[in-house]
């Protein structure tokens, strides 16, 4: 991957609010293309997606996996091992390196952004119009991360999705946004705790060239990355 600068011509920013910034369009076809791969080449193995449950023993509308980090919402990051005896699979470097010039890329636009360097990352697997994620804050890192706002990078794969964000729990007060395939949200400093969630994703808006070379089923990949 060579992500060294704003590279798509058509790429963008929008801040959307104080450590909130959406670099739009920014993932090349290419990296695009390699962080399915990738995505794919370990979720298929051990360590790879499976459907969490919440406590209350509900499914929750998405296949996850993780790099690095065990994360399931009961257990949190504290199980090493899955339920089923496995680990996450290392983080891959490209994918570090690839978080760390995206917040780079991110502090020329926004200085109040603290550098990061990932060790865990999410990955979410959300099918059309069934897949969600409820609002909920990302706030199980250790506390030093989490004291320090070491940003969260969210890069967005395949079909568009409604994200909801803000500064409380009340739907009503939130802004909405599309997270479209290529975008990179990063949230972090005094928007580390932001109340985040996926409503919808909307069907058949994967872009043709990244169905025609990749195998990417219908539906919207995410990869969250973070520094523990
Ligand atoms: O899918 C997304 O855009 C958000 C994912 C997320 O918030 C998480 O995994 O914590
Ligand atoms: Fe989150």
Redesign the pocket.
């Known amino acids: 991957m060579n992500h060294n600068r704003l590279r798509n011509r058509s790429a963008s920013y929008e801040i959307l609010g104080s450590g909130v910034i959406l670099l739009k369009n920014y993932i090349s076809l290419k990296d695009q293309v390699d962080i399915v791969n990738i995505c794919q080449k370990h979720g298929a193995g051990p360590g790879g997606f499976y459907e969490p449950s919440h406590q209350s023993g509900a499914k929750l509308r998405l296949q996850m996996m993780c790099f690095g980090r065990n994360w399931d919402p009961v257990t949190k990051y504290k199980e090493c091992y899955r339920s089923d005896g496995s680990k996450a699979p290392s983080l891959p470097y490209e994918l570090i390196s690839f978080a760390k010039t995206s917040v780079q890329n991110a502090q020329r636009r926004m200085k109040e952004l603290p550098s990061m360097c990932p060790d865990i990352c999410?990955v979410?697997f959300y099918s059309p119009v069934y897949g969600r994620?409820g609002l909920?804050q990302?706030r199980d890192e250790s506390s030093d991360s989490l004291r320090r706002g070491l940003p969260v990078v969210?890069i967005?794969i395949g079909d568009t999705?409604e994200?909801l964000y803000g500064y409380t729990r009340n739907k009503d007060k939130l802004d909405k946004v599309l997270?479209q395939s290529g975008d990179v949200l990063i949230f972090g400093g005094k928007s580390r705790h932001i109340f985040?969630g996926?409503t919808q994703v909307f069907p058949n808006t994967t872009p043709l060239p990244l169905l025609q070379q990749t195998a990417l089923r219908p539906g919207r990949l995410?990869l969250?990355l973070r520094q523990f």
């Open positions: 999410i979410n994620l909920h990302d969210s967005s999705a994200f997270l985040h996926v995410n969250t």
